[in-house]
């Protein structure tokens, strides 16, 4: 069996991130309909977390320290737009996500930064491993922005909402 054109890869994973920003753009957009859970806030990263089984396979791998810098980044600086277009309304006694003009330029913009730095990183390290680097990176991103609406949302509802209540 032979082994994958890497410039296949690279487009096949370029042409997958421009498809997961459109539809996290969608999902989004219809989301600002539907009231703000704790189950939609922290769904996406348990979902995501999954992904770290791609470290498995040996050619996923790369120094730990790599990995740190690729969250930090994710959570510090990446994060921050993200966090910055979320806010929430109270709206007939529950919490929706307020619709963010901003947010679909937001994403698309860190797609781009995201193409430009996959351009360099790929010069120094494997297509896999770049991988890997950015999925750590989205991972830190996320979570942080997850850790933050949970912040916000928790704000706004009374605590006893918090308690689950049974099915009845």
Do not use: C, D
């Not at 997961?20 to 989004?28: D, H, K, P, S, T």
């Not at 999954?50 to 994060?79: D, K, Q, S, Y």
């Not at 619709?99 to 930064?113: D, N, P, W, Y």
């Amino acid at each position: 069996m032979g082994s994958i054109n890497p410039s296949f890869l690279h487009i096949g994973s370029t042409l997958g991130a421009v498809f997961m920003a459109l539809m996290v753009i969608f999902i989004r957009m219809k989301a600002s309909h539907r009231p703000v859970t704790l189950r939609k806030i922290w769904i996406p990263p348990l979902g995501m977390a999954t992904g770290f089984a791609m470290f498995v396979v040996p050619e996923v791998r790369f120094p730990w320290w790599w990995a740190v810098l690729a969250f930090l980044a994710g959570w510090f600086i990446f994060a921050y737009p993200l966090m910055r277009s979320t806010v929430f309304e109270a709206r007939e006694g529950e919490i929706y996500a307020k619709r963010s003009k901003s947010f679909a330029f937001i994403l698309l913009g860190l797609l781009l930064v995201r193409t430009v730095l996959h351009e360099f990183i790929n010069r120094y390290v494997s297509i896999p491993q770049s991988g890997g680097l950015f999925f750590i990176l989205a991972f830190g991103m996320i979570l942080h922005w997850r850790v933050f609406m949970y912040k916000r949302y928790t704000l706004m509802v009374p605590p006893e909402a918090h308690i689950p209540q049974p099915r009845g």
